[in-house]
């Protein structure tokens, strides 16, 4: 279990970084953005899933629910800001 784990945790942390080099990309639009945002929010709390199964540590899970809660409600407010600027 323990080697499973480790794999999908260096899985997470390639795809962290491909968000994060879509995030910063001098092409990249506001709604753009905003969806590599919420994707890298998500890697992180599957991250720190992850991390729980790997020490054993349920606080770790109760920080990725509060981070799922966080990266929607901010996806809904950058959703309408985008809706209401049309760009």
Known sequence: MTATAWIAL???IVASAITVWRTVR???????????????ASLIQCSLFVGAVI???????????????LG??????????????GG
């Open 10 to 12: 260096g899985m997470l």
């Open 26 to 40: 001098p092409a990249s639009s506001v709604g753009d953005r905003a969806v590599a945002f919420d994707m890298l």
């Open 55 to 69: 020490v054993g540590d349920g606080l770790l899970v109760d920080l990725a629910l509060v981070l799922g809660l």
């Open 72 to 85: 929607f409600l901010s996806s809904v407010t950058v959703a309408r800001f985008v809706e209401r600027t």
